[in-house]
């Protein structure tokens, strides 16, 4: 029998064989219908419980960028229209919300969700549509786990006396909130479920790119029936950003975007006690070690880094693998990499949609470029691209150097830089080796490594043997240049209360 | 690894990779969210046909029965032009010669199962006896089992050395080796079986004998399929693959392409490398193809049952 | 020389050892870098002593100490650094009277002196119960919807840089360091500037508390030359401000963007109260972190696998 199993024996030489996915990409279209999808060729600003035409009499278009066509057109607030709305939020706070009794608070917070619910379909088709999403992630993610964050924040309304051992809480007032377009209704969800529930009220402010499912979400909260003012929705540039975040009336800012726009905030905000959430960029080490599920292990790298087009704050952007399995590793994920299916997103099978502008992705090519020049390898899926929108193949860079800037930047697509390493502090090194700490991912078969490395890494979100899973429940945030504060759980309310003592 | 004892012989140079059940799980499921459609669901539906082990394994299997399974399997349906054949029948090795005869120039290949089929509780001299029967009979593939009880005491090399005895017996016929995953407990053992049979020879990998729940289910067929997948990449040689029990209907038989084809590409989309153990399957993708053609839906009293 | 102009009385006097007011950075006592020193004068106008006027290099090799002893304090077992600060409160009841004295100096009378001190040791209990408690308190178990186990739990945020309270010179210094380091973290501390010496002393308590070199470092100086270095500096990750300059917490919070810095402004907090102490000081200097790992389904149904 040995001489048998000899022969069988893996070959010592490292082999190139590859599996062949062609015919794999070319299932027969399956589009979701946009017939339920209902946008308004225009939308006003939403204020004091009216969509409002705003005071710059300006709008700005929004485009799909899967084909790069108008679906509508959205009002520019300006500074007199930030004002307006944030006054209509302050006298919706004095006058209405803070007097509320908690739980009838939570009954409307329990209603947006709800209607959310009920919506599903076509708030998806809508995200899909104004941010180049597939839509089996915004129907299977987005807009479920949106109705979910309202749900969970809903019951905690009359329980905040629970939240906080020997304390009690009291609302802020105002709070300014800027959400960026990767998602675009979860992110309005999570910003607005936990200040309406602990009493604050609120003036949103969507993506400029993105602003439509917000919108939507203004039509919902006026059919629950909330009161004119606690939530107000406005659409606007970095300008009308600009405006809510330095309005003297607003108490309580809470920002997910950039680092730099989040330093900016920072800057701005000093001296004036407003509080701030700050949910900034990421570089997210994503771990493998050579003792890991590894098919595993490829498929959240891919989730990891390709959710979304990479479009995540929290997408695991660098691949550390154990040299003794790199060379698997990497087969396999070129493999699937070939699988993915990139295409329209409003396609049922796609995996990859469009890149979320055009601005976006030549920051994406700049970084593809970049990768080239400094001598990493770049590998990308051989798939066909649509001629017209905005897209990018999956990619993936290997012979990078932790001192590349593929390797220390935030790139913000479907861009995957890999690396090496030998041993358990090495690789702890090299991955705390950023400024950024948001999240990161582990996978290994043992467990006593798990809580190590666990407890090692410095970031706000650890994922072992799994990644970016999210939960209503689960507080999300970062360490060091990622930002402060958490959302989600128990411990999202504390940003948006002041502890007073009982 | 040097100091290896007998048991461990053959894990002492090959080792298995953990599976994460939870992932997997969700892996599979990600191909139910495949969305097939028209001309892609067509194909899938006709390669599904020609995927399938037509069989029958009970104990009051007749010669009546068995001849008329060889009749249904060179005619699914007649008012249907065009509809290709199943890939096998699958029977008893008492049942071989019938089938040999019902099922002359036909191109339907016949498959027996051997080896103490289905709980394998018999000596080892007697199994190798069997599939010695089997082959003369005329079976083109034997499906063996594996010791689960040897394989679970982790007498692993016992196993390695079955199988290799087996396939020695087979001679030209191919050797599907059942490993009964509904009798294993776990994932990584599910994997650890599959490494075992492929390096002791097999040509095809089969989850289950039918009469043990749970039998194919996705997530344990991609275990498998990943295990072929990664003995492919080490040897470049293809070994086949069959879930076995479970499967009936044409939306799940699709699921399972979906994932072949998406976990091991386009070469194994075909019966000499995938197969479906099933007994009811082929009316209900009977049924779909007559719906896609009518456009109504179909009821199962148009459809000869065997 | 004429030796019979000194009396009798001044030969036989025995003459005190005047105490040396250093920094304390790493474990070790130097002086600053810089050579510098300020007049320490009590409220007769006489002086007390030299305290050294620490410079901005001072803060960085203070940062740097800090750092080096990041991830071994916070890597120890709470209860041991329960131990550490229980024993901490143990060296300064037992130096009571040295910290009475120079409060007295500092022109505190006997008595406040007195309660001071005594409420500083108790304060230094409290949070020493506090090092293997406040995880259990900030700490959730995650009910998510899906297969997986998940944690919330807080940790250091790194090396906090500390301005202290200019009038509280023990009780505020005690009170800002001890949530600071029963969190993990460790911490660079500019002192009072018009109070500096029990600070000072109180680095003679930490150093024989088995406090590891590096978790605390007290620096003495001037506000007006060290605050904007305390939050300029991109490897601190934490900066607390305990006074009420408004020019300064702006500045402060200006700064801070360089490297995202966590700020504390404690600037209405009377630390003799029982506001202040609390295990929400530590969550402050906390960060939560949330693990995520798979359950394996098995044997949650029946027949699976």
């Not at chain 1, 329980?159 to 309005?188: C, H």
């Not at chain 2, 051997?114 to 007697?126: D, E, H, I, R, Y």
């Not at chain 3, 006027?53 to 329960?82: E, P, T, Y």
Request: hydrophobic letters at 40%; one cysteine or more.
């Amino acid at each position: 029998m040995d001489k048998k199993m000899q022969t069988v024996l893996p070959k010592k030489k490292k082999n190139t064989l590859k599996l062949k996915f062609e015919t794999t990409r070319s299932y027969a279209p399956a589009l979701e219908s946009t017939s339920a999808a209902n946008i308004k060729p225009q939308y006003d600003l939403f204020i004091n419980g009216k969509f409002e035409a705003p005071l710059s009499k300006k709008y700005f278009p929004t485009i799909n960028p899967s084909n790069e066509e108008k679906l509508s057109e959205v009002a520019e607030a300006n500074a007199a229209d930030v004002d307006k709305a944030v006054k209509a939020a302050t006298n919706a706070y004095e006058k209405v919300w803070k007097k509320m009794a908690a739980k009838e608070r939570g009954k409307y917070i329990f209603r947006i969700a709800r209607i959310i619910q009920e919506k599903a379909r076509e708030l998806a088709i809508i995200e899909t549509l104004d941010g180049g999403k597939p839509i089996r992630e915004s129907r299977d993610f987005d807009i479920p786990a949106a109705a979910n964050h309202f749900f969970y924040y809903a019951g905690w309304a009359d329980k905040l006396d629970y939240a906080f051992p020997n304390k009690r809480t009291e609302s802020i007032g105002v709070a300014g909130q800027i959400i960026p377009w990767n998602f675009p209704l979860l992110m309005a969800a999570w910003k607005i479920a936990p200040a309406l529930a602990t009493g604050n009220t609120v003036v949103l402010k969507p993506a400029e790119t993105t602003p439509l499912t917000a919108l939507k979400l203004a039509e919902i909260i006026q059919e629950a029936d909330l009161p004119p003012g606690v939530v107000n929705i406005i659409t606007g540039g970095g300008a009308t950003g600009v405006a809510l975040v330095n309005h003297p009336e607003i108490k309580k800012i809470a920002f997910t975007g950039s680092t730099e726009v989040g330093k900016i905030i920072l800057q701005t905000t000093a001296g004036t006690n407003k509080k701030l959430t700050l949910e900034l960029g990421g570089k997210a080490a994503n771990i493998i070690f050579e003792d890991a599920p590894l098919d595993e292990a490829v498929e959240g790298v891919i989730n990891g880094i390709f959710f979304n087009q990479g479009q995540v704050c929290c997408a695991g952007s660098r691949l550390y693998v154990q040299e003794s399995v790199a060379h698997t590793v990497i087969q396999k994920l070129k493999d699937r990499l070939e699988s993915l299916i990139v295409g329209n997103p409003l396609d049922k099978n796609t995996d990859i949609g469009a890149i979320n502008s055009r601005q976006q992705l030549q920051t994406i090519q700049k970084y593809l470029k970049i990768g080239k020049q400094e001598g990493a390898e770049l590998y990308e899926s051989p798939c066909a691209l649509p001629k017209k929108g905005f897209w990018c193949r999956p990619t993936l860079f290997t012979n990078v150097a932790q001192s590349n800037r593929i390797a220390q930047e935030e790139i913000f697509g479907p861009v995957l830089a890999i690396l090496t390493f030998r041993t358990d502090d090495e690789v702890i090194e090299k991955a705390n080796n950023s400024p950024y700490g948001l999240s990161a991912g582990v996978w290994t078969d043992k467990g006593s490594k798990i809580f190590n490395m666990s407890k090692r890494l410095k970031a706000g979100v650890i994922w072992a043997n799994t990644f970016n899973k999210f939960d209503p429940t689960s507080p999300f945030g970062g360490f060091k240049e990622s930002g402060f504060g958490r959302e989600g759980g128990l411990h999202g309310l504390l940003p948006y209360v002041n502890l007073i003592n009982s | 690894m040097f100091f290896m004892n007998d048991k461990d012989k053959f894990f002492g140079f090959l080792k298995s990779p953990s599976v994460d059940q939870v992932g997997l799980e969700e892996r599979a499921s990600r191909f139910t969210k495949r969305s097939i459609k028209k001309e892609t669901k067509l194909n899938g539906l006709f390669l599904t046909l020609n995927m399938i082990d037509l069989t029958t394994l009970e104990g009051k299997d007749s010669e009546g029965k068995v001849k008329q399974l060889c009749y249904k399997a060179q005619h699914l349906h007649d008012t249907y032009p065009g509809l290709p054949t199943v890939a096998a029948i699958c029977v008893y090795p008492a049942m071989i010669r019938i089938a040999k005869k019902a099922l002359a120039g036909s191109g339907i290949k016949i498959a027996s199962v051997a080896t103490g089929f289905p709980s394998g509780q018999v000596p080892q001299k007697v199994k190798i006896k069997e599939t010695r029967f089997a082959v003369a009979e005329g079976a083109d593939e034997v499906d063996m089992v594996i010791s689960r009880g040897k394989f679970l005491a982790g007498e692993y090399n016992y196993v390695f050395d079955e199988i290799a005895t087996i396939k020695d017996a087979c001679g030209a016929a191919r050797l599907k080796v059942i490993l009964e995953t509904g009798e294993l407990g776990t994932m990584d053992k599910i994997r650890r079986a599959s490494d075992i049979a492929m390096h002791a020879g097999a040509d095809f990998i089969k989850t289950s004998t039918g009469k043990i729940q749970p039998a194919a289910t996705m997530p344990v067929t991609l275990v498998m399929l990943e295990a072929i997948r990664d003995f492919y990449y080490q040897t470049g040689k293809m070994i086949g693959m069959k879930p076995a029990g479970g499967i009936s209907k044409s939306k799940l038989a699709l699921h399972y392409l979906v994932m072949v084809k998406e976990t091991l590409g386009d070469a194994w989309m075909n019966n000499e490398w995938f197969r479906f153990g099933a007994s009811s399957l082929a009316n209900d993708v009977l049924m779909q193809i007559e719906k896609e053609r009518t456009g109504n839906y179909q009821s199962g009293n148009y459809f000869s049952i065997d | 020389m004429n030796n019979s102009t000194i009396s009798k009385k001044t030969i036989s006097k025995r003459i005190e050892v005047l105490k040396t007011y250093k920094i304390y950075i790493g474990g070790q006592f130097p002086r600053s870098e810089s050579g510098r020193f300020y007049d320490l004068i009590d409220e007769g106008g006489k002086k007390i002593a030299n305290i050294c006027l620490s410079s901005r290099k001072d803060f960085r090799d203070a940062v740097i100490a800090a750092r080096n002893a990041c991830s071994g304090w916070g890597n120890r077992a709470a209860f041991n650094r329960s131990q550490i600060l229980y024993r901490m409160a143990e060296m300064l009841e037992g130096r009571k009277q040295q910290f009475i004295d120079e409060l007295v100096q500092q022109g505190n009378s006997k008595s406040q002196g007195a309660k001071e001190v005594d409420l500083s040791i108790d304060r230094l209990i409290y949070y020493a119960g506090w090092c293997d408690k406040y995880q259990q308190l900030f700490s959730s178990v995650n009910p998510v919807a899906s297969a997986h186990y998940n944690f919330s739990v807080p940790e250091p945020t790194g090396v906090v840089s500390i301005i202290a309270p200019q009038s509280s010179s023990l009780l505020g210094l005690v009170s800002v360091i001890a949530p600071v380091i029963a969190g993990g973290n460790t911490c660079v501390v500019l002192a009072s500037e018009k109070n500096p010496l029990c600070a000072v002393t109180f680095a003679e308590v930490l150093n024989s508390s088995d406090l590891p070199a590096g978790v605390v470092n007290i620096l003495t100086g001037k506000i007006s030359e060290l605050s904007s270095w305390f939050v300029q500096h991109m490897d601190v990750n934490a900066t607390i401000y305990c006074e009420t300059n408004h020019a300064i917490q702006k500045m402060i919070q200006e700064k801070s963007a360089g490297n995202v810095k966590r700020i504390q402004l404690y600037d209405k907090i009377d630390w003799n109260k029982s506001e202040g102490q609390s295990p929400y000081f530590i969550q402050n200097m906390q960060e939560i972190k949330t693990t995520w790992h798979p359950i394996e389904p098995i044997g949650s149904g029946s027949g699976g696998y």
